[in-house]
């Protein structure tokens, strides 16, 4: 069977246009990754609607390159299983614009949430933390993150217990992942 043809990881723009965009930098790795959930598909080689302060749209996420590239290794391999367990063609992020999923994109902005404040020598342990959950964990800490603190600049409330639930965990070899889950949920 061919495999679904698709935009960056898995996007499918006829199937349904909610989706994320990841905007590498393409002059200067001391430029910011730049990730926005979007709702509209523009058809171009360049997408402009919802990305650009004009349009009252809120980024997601602003990350240094730096810790973007300490988990990009991670987030590809993680989205090429699924998506070779989907029958869709496998990906890996480049420089510009990078479509990702809606679901896939919840996922990576657990774990990019978890790692944007954190010492960088933490997000080994954030990355296997985060491989640690299930799908469906890491869709529902998305959508508790995201109905309080989901834009850019909201840096407080669960995007700081999201921080420490998933980097300061010491006890993720001695715990299961569901362990972990049931903690936060106390």
């Not at 590498?24 to 058809?43: C, G, H, M, N």
């Not at 990305?51 to 996420?61: C, F």
């Not at 730096?66 to 998506?83: C, M």
């Not at 480049?94 to 020598?121: F, H, Y």
Request: hydrophobic content about 40%; overall charge neutral; proline content about 3%.
């Amino acid at each position: 069977m061919a495999k679904k043809n698709t935009l960056g990881f898995g996007f499918m723009p006829e199937e349904d246009q909610h989706h994320f965009l990841v905007l590498l930098p393409t002059a200067s790795k001391k430029q910011s990754v730049v990730i926005y959930e979007r709702f509209v598909w523009d058809d171009a080689a360049v997408q402009t609607s919802e990305i650009y302060p004009a349009t009252g749209y809120k980024k997601k996420i602003i990350l240094d390159y730096d810790k973007w590239e300490r988990v990009k290794d991670a987030l590809e391999t993680e989205f090429n299983r699924t998506l070779k367990a989907t029958n869709r063609r496998v990906a890996h992020f480049k420089s510009g614009q990078n479509p990702v999923e809606r679901l896939l994109g919840k996922e990576m902005l657990v774990l990019l949430w978890a790692i944007e404040d954190c010492d960088p020598t933490l997000i080994p342990v954030a990355i296997k933390n985060w491989l640690g959950f299930s799908r469906e964990e890491r869709w529902w800490l998305f959508t508790m993150t995201n109905a309080i603190t989901g834009d850019a600049d909201s840096k407080r409330g669960w995007r700081i217990a999201l921080r420490y639930a998933i980097t300061d965990n010491f006890q993720a070899e001695e715990k299961s992942q569901q362990d972990l889950f049931a903690s936060l949920m106390q």
